[in-house]
């Protein structure tokens, strides 16, 4: 097929995978869901999916990956980014894993966790995290209500799991300035956390009309 | 023009003459007028009797009825300037009076700006429109201080300006301390670091020279602005007696296309590649480079990301990957880029915050292809050259003046089963950009009914008034998270201009001032996306708009901040762990709030908001609107996210 401009016919198979916003099938048990099957199904999986191999058989991390115990990103994110992951993980096709079998990786690297780490100790505040949002300058980047913008991602509501924002904002990548403990304490973050859980997720594309022009 | 057939007296034949008796002449005028003439004769003063009875022949002749600047006027005409844009200043006031007298102030009709860098940056706009510089006019040192950082702008975005700059050169001409004060040995000095060309001339016969001259430099690629000097006593002491004066024919040079061979070796380069990019940025120069950037891409069924310099392809066109460049580039065998101003940055990454690290993003053995005027024409001092990019082929060259010698040789070089291959690569490539433009919109569904509203949902909702008319957006969208390139369907060269090419807040508003005047005579909607920290560097372009009535919709991105060096002085906070409560101090623009409807309207113009909720945002628009299409400017106050 030749392109022309206004002419173009496209044949083919235009293939949904998202370009930033990734799509996951729903899987068939929550995510998180730490039952007892989940979590020996999810160490089966952990480990013969290939996963161990860069991340540590705990999830505690190498030199070749980040840890992953606490999991790093809501369940939901989870499963969309190892379908579709960036910088040199592999993708997790479903032939490897299942939406479920992941869903069951996340529920082990949940319940290996140590029980007093900072993500499962803390209660956030989300009315203070309001607060706090705006007088940190997160709205600077990521906009009032979280929603990003070109130069940083949407937060609101976060793909990242509370253990994973209190690990990234103290050793960003990027442009993301890094936020010690001296300035942000790690109970500011779950109140930030918090208030980010707060906003529902965006519409999709196709139900705003002047989206659609 | 005429020959003068007055005395030529210069100012000092007359006060070593008239010393003596200047005291006296200081007579109520009334009462002069009053007396009767035998009278008058009677009882003056010894000068003023000679002058009387034509005894005294060495008097300064007050009226010159053929001043310098009337041929000047005349050099002027003869290379067809549309406006001049000035703020009145002495040492250009005898070029200023012929403009609007002698020239009948049309071609170039007089633009009234409230800033030198005002009139610089209207300058910027109306080029990049119009495709041909605008006359500006300074005043010697002070307003060309002013006018200096828009000059900078119009240099790093190798646009032309034709600038005339007043200078008092003659000491002994000065008459007080402001003429001293806005003198200079050197008047173009402390720009020539950012013109491409400029001159002094001394006399009429070198005026019209260099003016011409100064034209051909500004206009040939690389474009750049220009400084003419135009000295006091030039413009303003008549045409000396006997000049033979007259205005040099003007031909505008062909721009400089690449040379055969190097441009064979570009063809086939890009013919045998499996997956070449071609980057452009401000190859388009004209209309003419927009189509052949297309005919180019179409030929090879290439991929194309567009830096946005100026309006190089469409936005909507199967073949554009500008959203999803660095893959692209990564997975490409052979780059091209067309007039990219920083090709580094297209082929590197650079990653840290505190120490820069980078990182070759291309494949190895990936050939590189660079095709720019920018190999002609270097300065040394400022930096906006960029980093030195290692390429494979450097053709020297403007780039749209080489694009169809460049299309021609790949289709010598094509063979039918190279075409085969293209056509594959097309279908790839159509997919890939849908996919891309599918993540765009759903992007900017985040946060759609937020408030203040959302940089997307302005765009869409000016979209969605614009679309169907002939419009022209002439900002800068950067700093709204490029909305507008991400979501228009942009196919047309006016219909979008690129950036301030420098940086120089302080550019958007008068740019698109000048480019809405060069929109004017085509009838076309003009539109800005009006940045709050850029319009408040000098607002009174707003006036001009409105006394010139040039028809501009601009719809405010009030962010209530200098919100990229608020992020900075954050990033730096947070560096240095002090806590970043403080990080507003001094990049914020909130107490008290500035309410720029009633600036607009303070300047004449419709002006309304501030708006906070997106739905009252499509009314609003659609009444500045008629406004616009009625013939004057016209402003919506609205309030945003901050990107």
New interface residues.
Partial sequence: ?????GK?V????????????ARAQAPAQKAGDASARGTDSGKRVFSSAGCAACHGAQGQGTALAPPLSPPPLEPQAFVAYARHPTGKMPPVPVATASDRELADVYAFLKSIAPRDSSSERLQGNAENGKKLFL???C???H??????????P?IGPPALSLAGVLRYVRAP???M????A??VSDQDLADIYAYLKTFPA????D??P???? | MGKSTKNSVNRRDFLRTAAAGTAALVVPPAAATATPESARTASSPPLLKAAVDGSLSNVEVLTVDRPGSDFMVDVLKSLNFEYVCANPGNSFRSLHESLINYGGNRAPEFITCCHEESAVGMGHGYAKIEGKPLLVCVHGTVGLQHASMAIYDAFCDRVPVYIILGNFPDAALRFGQVDWTHSAQDPAAMVRDYVKWDDNPVSLEAFAESAVRAYKIAATPPTMPVALVAGHALQEHPVPEGANLTVPKFTMPSPPAGDAAAVAEAARLLVAAENPVLVTDRVARTPAGLASM?ELA?TL?AAVIDRNGRMNF?TR???NMTE?ASATVAASDVVAGFEVTDFWSVLNSV?G?VYPESHRVTKPGTKVISITANDLYLKSNYQDFQRYTAVDLAVAADGEATLPLLIEAVKRQMTAERQRA???R??????AH???M??Q????????D?S?I??A?LS??L??QI?KEDWSLVSNCQFA??WPLR?WDFQKHYQYIGAEGGYGVGYGAPASVGAALANRKQGRLTVSIQNDGDLMFAPGILWTAAHHRIPLLIVMHNNRAY?QE??QI??M???H?????N??IGSVLVDPPIDYAKLAQSMGMHGEGPIANPTDLAPAIRRAMAVVKGGDPALVDVLT???
């Avoid at chain 1, 002047?210 to 022009?213: K, S, T």
């Avoid at chain 2, 919109?441 to 759609?448: L, P």
């Avoid at chain 2, 762990?577 to 409560?581: A, K």
């Fill in positions: 097929m030749v392109v022309r401009y173009v496209v044949i083919g198979l235009i293939l949904w995978v998202g370009f930033g916003r007088a940190y300058g709205y600077e980047c906009g009032h209500q979280g929603a990003g913008a070109a130069i940083a949407r990548t990027g442009q300035p890094p936020y010690t001296k300035v965006p519409p999709s594309a139900s705003i002047l989206l659609n022009q | 297309i179409e069924q469409p066109h199967p073949l999803h990653n915050q293209f056509a594959e097309g279908g790839k490539i159509a997919v849908q996919q891309v599918e993540a919109r759903e992007a900017a569904a985040s946060g759609w937020c203040p959302s940089t949902r869409m909702e979209w969605a679309q998270s490029r979501l919100h608020l992020m954050q990033v906070a947070n560096q762990s002090r806590g970043i409560t990080a507003s996210q901050p990107r």
